[in-house]
């Protein structure tokens, strides 16, 4: 059974995907719904190798409470792009 949803969106996002959904002959509304699906299909299988990997090494790294993050990021790609 089919219900209706009220979205917001930007008028250039939906004239965009319009555009979108009309060259590849599919209604915006069909493409919303399996984007949806597909989003909750993925959220439901979330036990990947990577993701458990990532969490075995999260939290190994220290580092001191005044070392930025942004700042050092900044000078690496200063230096790489020299």
């Known amino acids: 059974m ?7 969106l930007n008028k250039k996002v939906i004239g ?3 555009n979108y959904a ?3 002959n599919q209604s915006l509304s069909g493409m919303v ?3 949806f699906a ?3 299909e993925n959220e439901e299988s979330t036990d990947s190798p ?3 990997e990532i969490k075995e090494i ?3 790294i220290e580092l001191d409470d005044d070392f930025d993050v942004k700042e050092e990021y900044g000078k690496y790609l200063t230096e790489k792009y020299k």
């Open 16 to 18: 965009k995907a319009k």
């Open 50 to 52: 990577i993701a458990d």
């Open 33 to 35: 719904q399996n984007y």
């Open 22 to 24: 009309r060259v590849r």
């Open 58 to 60: 999260s939290g190994i």
């Open 38 to 40: 597909f989003l909750a």
């Open 2 to 8: 089919n219900a209706k949803l009220t979205l917001n």
